[in-house]
């Protein structure tokens, strides 16, 4: 049996979606690099703080290595390193817990929470030079959030 035309097109990589995904993800965090150069912070030291802060602003259960890397989807032997550069920084607290060694608690140092004030007038300026349109990245973000859901639903 021979694939029709159409079935084909399937296959063409312009039509995959994961490509799209992909090469979206590498060019956006390729734009972001300039700003976090500025920060002092890699992209992914930067999702950490990202999570710190709004960790900050509304507190979990428990603010652990472990939480950290569940909300991330990263394991700890990626995330160890990754905190402790930026406790180095002098950006982020680790304390292990007294109940049960095996946990590590994370916090932010004032200087990890001022660094906050210094990111949005960066990242809406990274938006601006580069003329993406806010309504369509949030709308993008829209139609992501539950399409990551169900893939990451599905693969457990």
């Excluded at 700003?35 to 802060?53: D, I, K, N, R, S």
């Excluded at 200087?111 to 990242?123: H, N």
């Amino acid at each position: 049996m021979n694939a029709s035309a159409t079935e084909l097109a399937e296959l063409e990589l312009d039509n995959q979606l994961c490509f799209k995904l992909y090469a979206a993800s590498r060019a956006l965090i390729r734009a972001y690099k300039p700003m976090l150069e500025q920060l002092h912070l890699t992209y992914p030291q930067y999702l950490v703080m990202l999570v710190l802060w709004q960790w900050h602003a509304q507190p979990p259960a428990q603010p652990t290595l472990k939480a950290l890397g569940e909300r991330l989807q990263l394991d700890s032997g990626t995330l160890t390193p990754l905190l402790k550069r930026l406790q180095q920084q002098g950006l982020v607290q680790r304390q292990r817990s007294a109940a049960d060694e095996r946990e590590v608690h994370l916090g932010l140092t004032a200087q990890g929470l001022a660094l906050r004030e210094q990111v949005l007038p960066l990242k809406q300026q990274l938006l601006c030079e580069r003329g993406v349109d806010g309504a369509a990245l949030a709308q993008l973000r829209a139609h992501l959030g539950p399409l990551l859901d169900q893939l990451l639903q599905a693969s457990h």
